[in-house]
């Protein structure tokens, strides 16, 4: 089993959708959470980090679920310039500041 | 924000030859700094750990003489992929970040074309 698991996609929804990603992960040890954004053949970039309680920034609201190991992230009212992947992002602090990436969720706005 | 860069953003080799690829924090000091692999269509890889002042630490199954780390500086970390094939062709990104925990930069990556 892998150590965070996504949905591939692709997500095909159009403009002003709502759409919504999941994410498992397996150690329950993990502390911190992350949603980051990656465009096609660029390096990813901090979309939001993840507490406990939930956090918005905007049009996007994330969520995590400790009890049941799955982080969310939820994108109002989708722009086409919020076709990217998504990658859930894990640290478990095994060796200081490591991050675990999923396989990314693939999202395309369409007019 | 924090600002690493990359270079070369793109590198196409022979079979055979070592490649080098740098990794500078340009306005902050990085005792750690991350090595990626990503395949096209699969997520990044941590490949290893790469520690000023000491050797680096790899992930199972990276060959640590096949891709060689130095991290001689608090602001320098270097990847070199020897003798590489095409099967290494791939997009390899660093990262660093200002706190233990804290948020991740990422390079530009670099992308390595081997023939």
């Keep these: ?24 992960y397996s150690n329950s ?14 390096e990813p970039k901090l979309l939001m980090s ?20 799955y982080i969310s992230l939820l994108i109002r009212d989708s722009k086409l310039s919020d076709s990217a992947t998504y990658l859930c992002v894990v640290n478990t602090f095994r060796t200081g500041n490591m991050l675990t990436f999923g396989g990314g969720t693939r999202l395309m706005v369409k007019p | 924000g924090a ?16 490649v080098k690829i740098e990794c500078r ?42 891709f060689l780390i130095n991290h001689a500086s608090l602001t320098l970390s270097t990847l070199t992929v020897t003798s590489a094939h095409p099967e290494d062709s791939s997009f390899y990104i660093c990262s660093a970040s ?9 390079g530009e990556g670099s992308r390595l074309t081997v023939l």
Aim: net charge neutral; hydrophobic share 30%.
């Design chain 2, 25 to 66: 924090s340009l306005d902050f000091q990085a005792t750690t700094m991350f090595w990626y692999r990503q395949f096209p269509k699969q997520s990044l890889m941590l490949m290893a750990t790469s520690n000023e002042g000491s050797k680096a630490t790899y992930e199972q199954g990276v060959e640590k003489d096949k």
């Design chain 1, 1 to 24: 089993r892998k150590e965070v698991e996504q949905d591939p996609g692709p997500f095909n929804v159009p403009e002003g959708a709502t759409v919504a990603f999941n994410c498992t």
């Design chain 2, 3 to 18: 600002v690493v860069s990359q270079h070369p953003s793109w590198v196409i080799c022979k079979s055979g030859t070592s």
């Design chain 1, 50 to 69: 993840v507490y406990s309680s939930g956090n918005e920034d905007g049009r996007f609201t994330a969520q995590l679920n400790r009890a049941s190991q």
């Design chain 2, 98 to 106: 200002v706190t233990s925990g804290g948020e991740l930069f990422f």
């Design chain 1, 29 to 42: 040890a993990s502390q911190s959470f992350f949603w980051y954004r990656q465009d096609c053949r660029k």
